[in-house]
């Protein structure tokens, strides 16, 4: 049952990020969608198949790194004490869901440092998406996607640090699998009600909800860890 709550907790996280998610790749998705040929941009049925299809490669793209974070993770579990590498694995997630949330909240502009961190490896991988444009067909919209997976966000660094602490591989894919369908939404939105959803998102009200939120399930998860290491102190 905890196990599935991590995973609806992963869907809420991405779904409640939406209003990072629209800033930061609202312009993205624009661009995609106004590169297509003239018969997918005739209404919401015809681009709906390519925003699909871009938001399959991106997810996509998600588990594998969370495959990859949760095989470290586990890894690094298997080094030492099993249990309790794992709660300080999950600790260090709930801490950087916490500043996560005030990054939403425009609180605390911190997490853009880890993002910039990420824009050295996106300087290789991007002029690969950009040769795919513009996007012609569902088979060339896919491997934009599988590109646009691996843009540096603060949102997916901390989800996947979080994803370090599901103890297998497969358990790291399956939380950002949660996650990637959590940000679905708002991302096919944005690509039909752009103007709408932006709005939405300079909305002060709206992104200190989302960012309070994410910073509840942060504590919750740092408070089940402090607990479980404080509970290993004890016995030890």
Known sequence: M??????????LVGLLGGVHCVGMCGGIVGALTMGLPGHARQGALHTLPFLVTYNIGRIFSYSVAGMLFGGFGDFLANLGNLHATRQILLLLAGLFMIVLGLYLADWWRGLSRIERMGASLWRYIEPLGRRLLPVRGLPQALLAGLVWGWLPCGLVYSVLIWSMAA?????GGLLMLSFGLGTLPNLLLTGIFAVQLAAFVRNVQARRIAGGLVMLFGIAYASVAIRSLLGITATG
């Open 167 to 171: 103890g297998s591989w497969h358990g």
């Open 2 to 11: 905890l196990v599935d709550a991590t995973y609806i907790s992963a869907f």
